[in-house]
């Protein structure tokens, strides 16, 4: 090989190392991916294998990673950087403030909770404040006795489990669409014509008619 060719190979056995550790893979998964022995993988990602465009693939597709990654167009997902331990605890305290709301909504005291539901109002008053945890299935009892679901004690769509949702709801939707839509949708150049749609789902009813009869008269 020239050296420009030995250079490209190397960086590409490099992006193949990155994208499997980003991936949190193995080299004895991707070898069997790739139908090679673990030492014959360790090649791949030291640029002295000669990897194929289907073996690429495979990997893009194992690893969950676009092919532009490989060409430097697409970089590698950045996943994002939560404090869990203090997302917990703030969401702790976010579902007592909204049990006490709900409780004083349904005009209940926190002694009327704890009999219904046989427990202490010690524990009632600790779980508004927020200074212990609400175990999930006394939560669905909370709710069904004061008439709620459990949905709106769920972090809303700006928080990082409303985010992460939302992402997920997205990539069913688009997975159930038809492979000509998603085509359609994933080329930037019908970037506008999604634009106009979306101008277009957000007029009035009437003013939508008024155009089409336009349309209607300059067309006829």
């Known amino acids: 090989m020239i050296k420009l060719d030995i250079e490209r190979a190397q960086i590409l056995g490099k992006l193949i190392h990155e994208a499997r550790e980003h991936a949190g893979r193995s080299p004895k998964e991707c070898a069997q991916v790739l139908n090679l022995s673990v030492q014959k ?3 791949v990602e030291s640029g002295k294998y000669p990897i194929s465009l289907p073996e690429l693939e495979a990997l893009a597709l194992y690893l ?6 490989f060409w ?12 869990y331990q203090t997302l917990i605890a703030l ?19 926190q002694e009327e909770v704890a009999e219904a539901l046989d427990m202490d109002v010690s ?3 600790e779980y508004e404040m927020g200074q212990t945890a609400v175990p999930y299935l006394h939560l669905e009892q ?5 008439d709620s679901h459990v949905d709106l004690f ?29 085509q359609f949708l994933i080329n930037p150049s019908n970037m506008r014509y999604l634009e106009t749609a979306k101008k277009l789902s957000e007029m ?15 067309t006829y």
């Open 72 to 83: 430097g167009s697409e970089p590698l997902s950045v996943s994002p950087d939560v404090d």
């Open 41 to 43: 993988y360790h090649t």
């Open 142 to 146: 909370l709710c069904r006795y004061l």
């Open 204 to 218: 009035d009813v009437n003013k939508l008619r008024q155009i089409a009869e336009d349309l209607l008269e300059i």
């Open 123 to 125: 524990l009632i008053k």
């Open 154 to 182: 769920m972090d809303d769509v700006h928080g990082p489990l409303g985010r992460h949702e939302a992402l997920q709801k997205l990539s069913r939707q688009f997975h159930r669409l038809d492979p000509e839509m998603q």
């Open 64 to 69: 969950n990673i676009p092919m532009g990654y």
């Open 91 to 109: 969401r702790h305290r976010v579902i007592g403030v909204l049990l006490s709301q709900l409780r004083l909504r349904a005009h209940k005291s």
